[in-house]
């Protein structure tokens, strides 16, 4: 009988934390296709010659957060003033003369609302 408790009890062990990694897995796909959907988003704002410019693929585009500030970024909707955003980043080829291209993504409706600020 206590062996059978046991045994039981080691079952139900192995069963949660499985559920459990299996769950974090999930999580963590779902965060990086999110990250995939803002940068293909900011990609498709590009016009054709800042896509030439583009070090590498829009998969390799570097995101970060950041409170929109209209002293650092170009703004189309001045209401997302002071509202956190995503910043997508590209790497140029002429980085060293304009920096690279930056565009400020409303991440909940995939939106471009803005870019950073070149030379």
Known sequence: MKTMLILASISFSILITGCD?????????????????VRETAWSSLSPSEKKEVIGTWKEASITKVIANP???????????????????????KSKILGDISKLV???SQKVLGAGFRE
């Open 21 to 37: 990694m299996t769950n974090k897995q999930s999580e963590s796909k779902t965060i990086e296709t999110q990250m995939k959907d």
């Open 71 to 93: 002293q650092k970024f170009y703004l189309d909707d001045r209401s997302y003033e002071g509202k956190e955003l995503t910043v997508v980043t590209f790497r140029s080829k």
């Open 106 to 108: 409303d991440e909940k």
